[in-house]
């Protein structure tokens, strides 16, 4: 019984990497165009760094998998998840099941580009505030009410493939960037070698720590968002960072 139960017990809780990954995205967005308010060598870069991988790992997944080309192929080639009708915010997965992601990662990018667009120097703050109007916006206009749970999605049928995006535009999993985006401005601000702030994140790092492994062991709470893992993942991925600043830890 226990070696049956095993996967489960260690890997029942990985999901919690969905919300680090996005909040590290926003972090890293942020960080790499400090220096560079290119619009076309942030498409570029952001393109080339994922799509190449990712149809290569389409076209094997077609070829042991798939043997022809169907309209689930032809909705992952540009990152459109299978069923914009089924339970958010998976949506019926995509091809290959954790590219997922992918779709909310693009959006994102979307939005930053209109943020750097806007203003390169307050690109942060632009960015989160077109992501909040439009998650608001949309939440209060299908659903009459906010919500930060990601597996509540916006009440209205899909008929065309293009309308599901406006179902991943409204996801509350849009606000994990945000906070990425926000962690990365504080990191960029904080000063090295503040013994105030080595004492309050080294405090901070461990206290989060404590709370992502009770989260893990014994609430075990399930589903993402910032409500449930994400929540943990935040105060880690913040109070590491702002350490690694302070402290000068690599």
């Not at 919690?16 to 308010?37: A, C, E, P, Q, R």
């Not at 930053?112 to 203003?119: C, E, Q």
């Not at 077109?130 to 939440?139: E, N």
Request: charged content about 10%.
């Amino acid at each position: 019984m226990c070696k049956k139960n095993l996967g489960g017990i260690l890997f029942s809780s990985g999901y919690f990497g969905v919300d680090l990954f996005f909040m590290i995205s926003g972090f890293i967005i942020v960080y790499s165009t400090k220096n560079n308010n290119s619009i076309f060598s942030f498409s570029v870069k952001r393109l080339f760094k994922i799509y190449p991988v990712y149809l290569f790992c389409l076209a094997l997944h077609i070829a042991v998998v798939y043997p022809y080309v169907s309209m689930e192929i032809i909705k992952s080639l540009f990152f459109l998840q299978i069923n914009y009708n089924n339970n958010a915010p998976f949506y019926g997965y995509s091809t290959i099941y954790p590219a997922w992601t992918l779709t909310y990662e693009f959006i994102f990018y979307i939005f930053f580009l209109i943020g750097l667009k806007i203003s390169h120097r307050y690109r942060t703050l632009v960015t989160s505030v077109i992501m909040l109007f439009v998650y608001a916006y949309l939440h209060i206009k299908y659903n009459g009410c906010l919500t930060l749970n990601p597996n509540h999605g916006l009440n209205f049928t899909v008929t065309n493939r293009l309308q599901g995006l406006i179902k991943n535009m409204a996801s509350p999993l849009m606000i994990e960037f945000i906070l990425g985006m926000i962690t990365c401005e504080i990191f960029m601000r904080t000063r090295a070698n503040n013994k105030i702030l080595i004492s309050i994140c080294s405090i901070m790092f461990y206290s989060s720590l404590c709370i992502f492994f009770y989260y893990v062991f014994f609430v075990q709470i399930g589903g993402l968002g910032i409500l449930r893992m994400g929540f943990p993942c935040f105060l880690i991925l913040f109070s590491s960072v702002i350490l690694e600043k302070v402290n000068e830890v690599k």
